[in-house]
């Protein structure tokens, strides 16, 4: 374990290697998925502010009709560009938010 590393997430680590603790967020994903979709219809572009965001139904991504920008639902917060599911990025803000560890950590 390095010196930048916390017990607790080293411990945790550990723990889901050896399959003592397993993480299925799937029943999450679909819930927060619908919820981040309506989210993002009703809020305005982060790049250019134009409230002309479209989803699709069967996809999670998102784009600006006004600008093509696309941003995915983790833009702008620490998880971003770290390639989770929703519900591990719910599941890692938790542990963020209870642990104090770092994202790093996470």
Not at 67 to 77: A, W
Request: proline share 4%; aromatic share 10%.
């Amino acid at each position: 374990m390095s010196s930048t590393e916390s017990a607790f997430g080293g411990m945790f680590r550990q723990l889901i290697e050896l399959g003592v603790i397993e993480i299925n967020t799937e029943p999450l994903d679909a819930r927060i998925e619908r919820r981040l979709k309506r989210f993002w219809e009703n809020t305005s572009c982060p790049r250019c502010g134009h409230q002309s965001i479209m989803t699709w139904e069967k996809h999670d991504r998102v784009r600006c009709r006004n600008c093509e920008f696309k941003p995915v639902y983790t833009h702008g917060t620490p998880f971003h560009e770290k390639h989770l599911s929703c519900g591990e990025v719910l599941l890692a803000f938790t542990l963020y938010a209870d642990t104090l560890l770092s994202i790093n950590q996470i």
